[in-house]
C-alpha cells in the first residue's frame, strides 16, 4: 500500500512539472540557467544554509522546555540529516520525523521530543502568516490581483486564529491520566499534554517565534538572491508575500517533499504577478538545485556522524 501511494506521489510531481515544461520556452529556460551569477547564487545557498542553523538554534531553545542539554552543533547536525531524510519522505514535513527519530533514539523521551518539533512548526507557521499579512499590508497596492490578495489573508488569519484558539483552550481532564487509555492513543495525548505544557513558558514561545521569523526572512532572502542571480527584477516585498502561501501549499501531503506542488504554486503565484512563466520555473528550479545540495550535504553528515548521531 505504500509503494502505491509513493508511486502515485511521484506521478503527481512528474504530471505538475510536465504541465509547467509543456507551456514553456525550453531553450529561453536553458539560457537562463547559463546567465546565473554563480557568486550570487553561492551567498544564496549560504543563507539558505545559515537559516538551518537558526532553525537548530530554535529548537534548542523550546527543547529547554524540558531541560535537554543538547548541543546547537549536534542539533544542527540533525537538521541537516532531516534535510537529506526530507528529499525522499512525504510532504514537506518529512525531515522533521528523521530528526526527531534520532533525537529521541538518542535518548531523549518521545512524547516530549515530538512536541518540541510540533511546537516548533507551529511557530514556523504562525510567523510565516504573521509575516505574510505584514507584507500584504504594506505591498497591497501592489499586488492588483484580487485572488492573489485573498489567498495570503484569509489562510493566515483563519490560521492564525486557528492557534489562538488552540492556545487558549483548557485541556481535557482526561490528559492527566493517559495510561487509562490504549498505548497509541496514551502516547497522542501525552504528546498532546506535552504541547500544552509551553503555555507555561510563554518567554520560550516568544523567543522561538521571533526566531522562526528570522529563519522565514532568510529563507525568502535566499530565493530573492537566486532571482537577482538570473536577472529577475521583482521587488523583494512581492517574495515576502507569496513565498509563505508556496511554503504552505508545499506541505499538502500529495507529492514526496512537496515536489511538483511547490514549483507549480511558485510559478502559478509569481505569474501571476507579472513574472515570466521561464523565469518563474527557472528560479523554483535553482530553489530545488539548492534544496537537493544541502540534502546531499545532509546525507554525507548522516554517513560519517551515524555512529555519533545519538546524545
Known sequence: ???????????????????????????????????????????????????????????????????????????????????????FLPTAIGGDIARGYYLYGGGAEKEKTISSILVERIMGFASMMVLALLAMLVGFRMIDNNMIRLSVIVPSIVGLLTLYIFYSRQQPIFFTRPHFLGRKIAGLVETTHCIHQYKTRPELLAFAFLLSGLFQVIGILSTYLIALSIGCTVQFIHFLILLPLVWMVSMIPVSINGLGLKEGAFVFLFSSIGMTREVAITISLLSLVQSIALGVLGGFCFLFERQKISL
Open 1 to 87: 500500500m505504500k509503494t502505491i501511494k509513493t508511486v502515485i506521489k511521484l506521478l503527481f510531481a512528474f504530471s505538475v512539472f510536465y504541465i509547467l515544461f509543456s507551456k514553456a520556452d525550453i531553450p529561453l529556460i536553458k539560457r537562463l540557467f547559463h546567465k546565473t551569477d554563480l557568486s550570487v547564487f553561492l551567498a544564496a545557498f549560504l543563507l539558505f544554509a545559515a537559516s538551518h542553523f537558526i532553525g537548530a538554534f530554535r529548537w534548542q531553545v523550546l527543547l529547554r522546555m524540558w531541560l535537554y542539554p543538547v548541543s546547537l552543533w549536534h542539533l544542527s547536525k540533525l537538521y541537516l540529516v532531516g534535510r537529506f531524510f526530507g528529499l
